[in-house]
């Protein structure tokens, strides 16, 4: 787009031909880290509709995650986002940053952190500290998580995999199987990193994705709340 941009306005005089690649990256940079200010900042407010999403979901039994590992400055923008929030609805809410996915069980098992033996020996011990009940459900849970290790270290974009690795630890945090959540998405790899894992799907509209299409997601909706999307509606665009 940025090519385009150019093209179309055209170049600074005193840039090279050789160099316009270095300078879009470079513009590139800078529209991202001025981003990041901007989110990490209170000039972004909620958008409309969130908070009463949220109070909706807890009034309907419905676990909260917010996703932000996958920032780049996710652990300030969680932040952010909790003092908007109101310190009223932070007891409803779990924000999932780069701390609670390295403590997830998956992102141990995919990061390498705080795993000393090997993976076979790691399940056998997860196996052991439960009931038999409990054994099946966590056996099961760690034999699908290394599967999917294997994919995404073989088949996933470093970006993908940092997003598959979040949304499952979002999963374990909450206490549900990733099939059993929804992601509420605002871009194009959160879709694809859904898809991947078997997690239905919500595109939540913006002017960067007005003329996107998600033919994996279940549906786009462009707000929360009223004729858009409400607790009641996400569950039957699960179902449909």
Same mark, same amino acid.
């Given at each position: ?27 590139? #940079? ?18 409309? &509709? ?6 909706? +979901?807890?009034?309907?039994? !419905?676990?909260?995650? *917010? ?6 400055? =996710? ?10 929030? &109101? ?7 779990? /924000?999932? =940053? ?11 098992? /995919?990061? =390498? ?10 399940? !056998?011990?997860?196996?052991? $500290? ?11 849970? /760690? ?15 470093? #970006?993908?995999?940092? *997003? ?25 790899? &959160? /879709?694809? +990193? +859904?898809?991947? *894992? ?12 007005? #003329? ?10 462009? &707000? ?8 009641? $509606? ?7």
């Amino acid at each position: 787009m940025l090519l385009l941009y150019f093209n179309q306005i055209g170049w600074p005089s005193s840039l090279p031909t050789s160099e316009k690649a270095s300078f879009v990256k470079s513009v590139l #940079r800078e529209k991202k880290n001025a981003m990041d200010e901007f989110l990490i900042s209170k000039s972004l407010p909620l958008r409309s &509709g969130v908070q009463e999403f949220i109070d909706n +979901a807890y009034t309907e039994k !419905v676990p909260v995650a *917010i996703v932000t590992a996958y920032c780049k400055s =996710g652990d300030k923008v969680a932040l952010s986002i909790v003092e908007m929030l &109101g310190q009223e609805r932070l007891p409803n809410v779990k /924000v999932i =940053g780069d701390n609670e996915v390295e403590q997830s069980m998956y992102g141990q098992l /995919v990061l =390498g952190k705080g795993v000393s033996s090997s993976l076979e020996e790691q399940l !056998v011990k997860e196996v052991k $500290k439960a009931a038999s009940a409990e054994k099946q459900r966590i056996a099961e849970e /760690v034999a699908s998580m290394l599967k999917l290790s294997v994919d995404i270290d073989t088949t996933s974009s470093e #970006r993908l995999e940092k *997003i598959v690795v979040a949304l499952r630890a979002a999963a374990e945090h909450i206490g549900l199987p990733v099939n059993n959540c929804v992601l509420v998405a605002g871009s194009q790899p &959160g /879709v694809s +990193a +859904a898809k991947m *894992i078997g997690m239905p799907c919500v595109v939540m509209r913006s002017s960067l994705t007005a #003329r996107g299409e998600f033919p994996s997601a279940k549906g786009v909706m462009d &707000g929360f709340g009223g004729a858009d999307l409400t607790i009641p $509606k996400l569950r039957n665009k699960i179902k449909s």
